[in-house]
């Protein structure tokens, strides 16, 4: 596709259900990243790829969360026991390096935990 | 960690005149990227600066990087409906001119009334 795709759109989901983000990076782009957006609040860094690798996930809020990148292209968020309080809008986005290069964003993952 | 100020929170303006969203840190700003973002979509790319003084113009968008490096203004030129949104700075915090960790302001919602 011509830009990020993230899939679903929305998803409401019970507290304590497992759930999965998908991101489809735009095609050659190396460096992969994961925001979470709270309402009213700027995106907040969660986990960059470069490549396959998570080169940095100081931005994970506990280990509930995870992310993987297997073939270095399509990323999943993955969420374990879901609480209220990770309901946000989650902003994949790409860029064909990590240096002074434009990232590009997906629309966002609208997750609501009730 | 960096923290981003940005002033107004929200602007309602009339179409053809023109405004200013300021940016503030706390720390010296190596690398300043400034996003829109319209509900329900992902960030769009609009600058992104580096150098103390630096100056960068888009159609009728200007942003300006201070000479501390540690404030950055956005002008918009005889705004149009199109313009509306939410505007968000995001601040390298590598300092290495990465962009894939940045920490983003609140943002400053835009309305243009026709």
């Known amino acids: 596709g011509a830009g990020v795709s993230q899939t679903p759109s929305n998803k409401v989901t019970e507290k304590g259900k497992y759930v999965e983000l998908r991101c489809d990076p735009i095609?050659?782009?190396?460096?992969l990243y994961w925001y979470r957006q709270s309402l009213g609040q700027g995106p907040e860094f969660l986990i960059y790829f470069q490549g396959t690798g998570a080169a940095d996930d100081s931005g994970l809020p506990n280990d509930r969360f995870f992310a993987v990148r297997p073939e270095g292209s399509v990323s999943t968020l993955k969420i374990q026991r879901t609480e209220r309080g990770d309901s946000a809008v989650y902003l994949c986005a790409s860029s064909l390096s990590s240096a002074n290069t434009e990232a590009f964003f997906g629309q966002g993952t609208r997750l609501t935990v009730v | 960690s960096q923290e981003l100020e940005q002033s107004p929170q929200s602007l309602i303006v009339q179409e053809g005149k023109n405004l200013t969203i300021n940016c503030t840190s706390s720390k010296t700003l190596y690398g300043l990227y400034w996003y829109k973002q319209k509900y329900g979509e992902g960030l769009i790319f609009l600058m992104m600066l580096q150098k103390g003084g630096e100056e960068k113009s888009h159609e009728k968008i200007t942003a300006k990087l201070d000479e501390k490096k540690q404030q950055s203004s956005l002008h918009i030129t005889a705004s149009q409906p199109s313009h509306a949104g939410i505007y968000l700075c995001?601040?390298?915090?590598?300092?290495?001119?990465?962009?894939?960790?940045?920490?983003f302001g609140k943002g400053t919602l835009l309305t243009v009334n026709p």
């Open positions: 095609s050659g782009h190396t460096a």
């Open positions: 995001g601040a390298d915090e590598e300092g290495g001119g990465s962009n894939y960790k940045l920490t």
